[in-house]
Every structure is written in C-alpha cells, then in structure tokens.
C-alpha cells in the first residue's frame, strides 16, 4: 500500500491536485462540519472549487434527512447548493426499492410496503418515489411493550404485521426502541428484505461521537444470527452508480473527499475514482491514514488547506 | 462429537438418567415454561425430582427479575422454590462487581457506582450487594435526545456523567433508547468497564422470539468497533463457579437441563458437568441436537418425558 501525500503548505502540490479533478465528491459531517459547527475553511473551499468550475457533489449517509432537507442545511450555512448535487442514503435505498427491487426481487413486488425504522428524511425519499411505507416517525410505535403486543406478533396477526410489507428499511433512528425492534425482526422472519440505509456505526456530533444508522440495526443483526442488511450509503457502490448515472462524469476525474476511511475513502477506491482525499476533522487519525488497512490518496489537516492552492 | 441419546419413550434409559445425577440445573424460560404459558410436565416433573431427593436450581439469564422475582414467578405457577434456588445473571453479575472487581480492577475501586442499562431486577440486586447504581429504571433517561446532551456528553459534563461511574452494566432493558446508548458509550469511553448480564440475543415468549439482552448491548458493541461486554449469564463459567461455591456440589454428579445449545449446553459441557439434557420446547431444533457444533447428552421433546422414568 502506498503512503497518502499530506498536501498542507505545499502550494504546488495542491494546485496540482486541484487540477487533476473535474468533479469533487463531499463527505458532509466531519468535511464541511461538525454537528452544528461549520468548520471556516468549507465555505471559501467551496466557493473556489466552483469558480474554478469544478462540480461538487454532497454525498451524505445521513439517513434523517431528505435531499431538500440537505440543501436547505447546506443554504443556512452559507452553501449555495441544488437538490441534484445532494446524495443522500436514504435517496439512494428509495431508488432501489422502487426501480430495482421489482426486477431483482419479483416476489417483493406483489408485497410493495417499507417497514421503517428511521426518521423523516426517508420518509421523504420513499414518498418522493412513490412508495408506500409505515413505522418510522409514527407516534403509534413510539411506546412500550406490552404483552398484548408479543401474542399478536408472535401470531403474526395482521392487525399489527401488515401482509404488504416486503422490506424493512432501518436508518438512524433517534427514537428506535424496544418495540420497533420487535416489529421488524418478526416481518423480516416472515420474509420481508432487511435493507438499511447505511451501517455507520457512530454520527459524529460536537466533537464527539453518537450512535450512528449501523447501531440501531445492530440489534436485529444479533437476532438474525448475524446477517447483516443490504445498505446503500457509502461505501456501497449502488450510491456510487446513482451518482455516475446522473452526472456521466469521467470516475478517473473525479475524487471523493471524506473523514472516515471505511466509508468515504472505501467509497471512492473501490468506485476506482481517480482520487481520494482524507481530513482530519472527523473520525479517523493521522495513524488510521497513514497506517491503516484503508488509505487515501492524499490528506490535510482540514479542507480549508486546500485554499492555498486558490 | 458423539450422537445425543434420545429418551423418550425408554423408561429404563430415563431412570438410569435421573438415577445418575444428585443436582439438576435448569433453565426456565423455554424449559419450564414460554412467557407466560407454564407447560403442563413441569410441575410433576419437578415434584418427582423432589421426591427422589434431588437438588434442583433453577438458572436464569433473564436479567429484568431479581431471584425474589424469579421465586414469586416460580411460586405463582405453582413450583415451590427458596431464593437461594435461584441463580440469575444480575445476581452473578453483581457479585463479581462488589467481590471481584475490587481485587481485580483497583482502578476502578475508586468509581463504584454503576451505570445500568436495563431493568428493575439488575437495579434490586445491586442495591442487595450494597453497589451505587444511575441510569435503570430512572424515568429522566427515558426521554429523546435533545442538543444539549450532545454538548453536554461529548464534553463530558460531570452534571451529565457523574465521575464516581467506573462499570457500565447492560442487561434486558424493554425501554433502551438512544440517550441511553449515548450515556453508556461515553462513560465507556470515559473508561468505565462494559459488562452485560448476558448476551442472549433473544428472549422467548409466546412461541416466538423478542430481542434479548445480547440485542440491547449491540449497539455498544457496533460503536466500540466489536468490542464485547464480559458477560455473566450462561455459558459464562463465572456463574457455573458461583452456584458450585454455594451449594459444593459434585459436578460428576449434576445435570444441566435447556433449550439452547449456545448458552444452556455448552454452560454444562464447558462447567463439565456429567450430563447435559436438551429440551424441543424452546430455541433449539432437533437437528440443533444431533448435528449442530454444541451438543447435549441427552434430549427429549419436554420435560415431562422425564415423567416416564418416574
């Protein structure tokens, strides 16, 4: 494995790397901010990428919330951006579902309802496509247990387990509990698809880490023996695909920016993309990038580096 | 690996079986009963071994009762019991905080209070061996998260995360939520030590399964990167060691009798006891039994096939 090219106050070499690439993939949390924290290089970053016109993408696993829910956090920060540059896991689960699903899983079809355990961005992007869904922001499964609740599901009683459910869709969940868990094990045991959005398993937030979308599937992973879910944020590549299907653009022109070495620089070696650029604001170390199983390209200590090469 | 006798049916093999053994351990939930629903062979069954003058202990990894719990549950479905007849997994687990941990993690001598993730049994046994607890059954963590306890957690506020924690202790816990995965993670990161009950990934009632302890404790698991509690439920030896201490029994001379190869046999066979005895009306299959990695001595379909040897 080769050693990533650290590019901070190497005015050349940034040039050089800004130049090699048409399109810029963005990782959000842990790139662009933290939590709420806007970290002050991103906005003039951004702004020079494009006046040099590049495209930028904002690839995003966060699953809560919709494409129209990025832009608009992208705006409030100052980031002028359009739902089509905006990718997001819960978008990229609601394609499949609707346009891949019905070829790939024909039995599915006939059973055409999503078991959500997640919050209102995938709501948003199921509804977006057309697909009909329940669980997820419902108050109904915002409850306790009751042993009312056990008899009926372990009948599989349709009052409870809708027959028309042929996936559970799990994301980060802020309000997951006991009973949502139990309801989407026992559609998944009575044949619906185990699909998430994405399996990362920490968000990062005020410089700490939280709970992310693959620790709330986590559970039903223990009790499914340890299958995992079918996912589609990075490092998948059916998000990867979504992106090159709209865009037509050339992958050896393009680089993937990101904090996390087994999503974001995963994501984009294995979509072969000409580049992958680490940072250090986010979740991996210098060490994981140096020495890890999974290395960029190149990295800095924070996106605003790249402003050197302006 | 050897086949598994199977009884039923052979009266002389029954009683050769019962004659064998002086103590029978028995696992509950799956054995004795499903939930709520008591099988009808388990009463006599019981009262026949009493009569032979064995010794019976129930053994449970349900970590929600405390062994009074267990014994008024025992006595309600008409099986006389004593407290000290019953081993649970809060029990175990809380032994080993207020007797092992002091000699085997000084460090954490100086922060003994518990943080706890489940329910009121681990709460009554703790209180029983002295050992400060927070979290539990406390209502103020069954709430959303809200953005202040981002802050608070990550910078590890002492108004949020009390200092004295030093072990972090996961059991069952019917109302586990995202605040609460939050809290436990952090003061595992803060250093406190990860324990569970046990790691039951799940939890039979009505025919049908539920999650388990083992699925409440997976989303430390997935954020810590794999790291597993030490757990103190079957198969952990440390309660096949606290039960033998107790009664100083001849493990030549006892039986382990469950539903589950995981946890039941294989607590029998690694605890070396002369016998292990599978029962059909829990978890396990018959093809578990006979061609599965963990296999017990002996097998019926129930345990009133017991009855026949009587």
């Given at each position: 494995m080769s050693t990533p090219e650290y590019?901070?106050?190497?005015k050349d070499a940034i040039r050089g790397f800004i130049d090699k690439y048409d399109v810029f993939l963005f990782d959000c949390?842990?790139?662009?901010?933290?939590g709420d924290h806007l970290f002050p290089g991103s906005v003039p970053t951004l702004e020079m990428l494009r006046k040099k016109n590049k495209r930028v993408v904002f690839v995003t696993n966060?699953?809560?919330?919709?494409r129209e829910d990025y832009r608009k956090k992208l705006e409030s920060m100052g980031i002028p951006a359009t739902v089509e540059e905006v990718f997001g896991s819960s978008y990229s689960a609601s394609i499949y579902i609707s346009r891949i699903l019905p070829q790939?899983?024909?039995?599915?079809k006939k059973r055409n309802k999503v078991f959500v355990v997640g919050e209102a961005g995938i709501e948003t992007e199921l509804a977006s496509e057309g697909i009909p869904y329940l669980?997820?922001?419902?108050?109904?499964?915002?409850r306790d247990v009751t042993p009312e609740d056990y008899k009926l599901l372990a009948a599989g009683d349709p009052s409870v387990l809708?027959?028309?459910?042929?996936v559970v869709l799990v994301g980060l969940?802020?309000?997951?509990n006991y009973l949502k868990i139990c309801y989407a094990y026992h559609y998944i045991k009575r044949g619906a698809l185990f699909l998430a959005?994405?399996?990362?398993s920490t968000l990062p937030s005020a410089g700490a880490l939280f709970p992310g979308a693959g620790s709330v599937s986590a559970p039903l992973v223990k009790m499914l023996g340890g299958q995992e879910p079918m996912a589609f944020g990075k490092p998948n590549q059916a998000m990867m695909d979504a992106i090159e299907g709209k865009f037509q653009f050339d992958r050896s022109k393009a680089c993937m920016i990101g904090?996390?070495?087994?999503?974001d620089i995963r994501f984009g070696l294995e979509g072969k993309l000409g580049g992958t650029l680490g940072v250090l604001?986010?979740?991996?170390t210098k060490e994981d990038f140096l020495e890890g199983d999974v290395r960029p390209h190149y990295y800095v200590d924070e996106l605003g580096d790249l402003l050197e090469g302006a």
């Open positions: 590019l901070k106050g190497n949390d842990g790139v662009l901010w933290s966060n699953s809560t919330k919709s790939s899983h024909p039995e599915v669980g997820g922001t419902d108050p109904a499964y915002r809708d027959p028309d459910v042929g969940d802020f309000h997951f959005t994405n399996t990362d904090d996390r070495t087994n999503t604001t986010g979740v991996a």
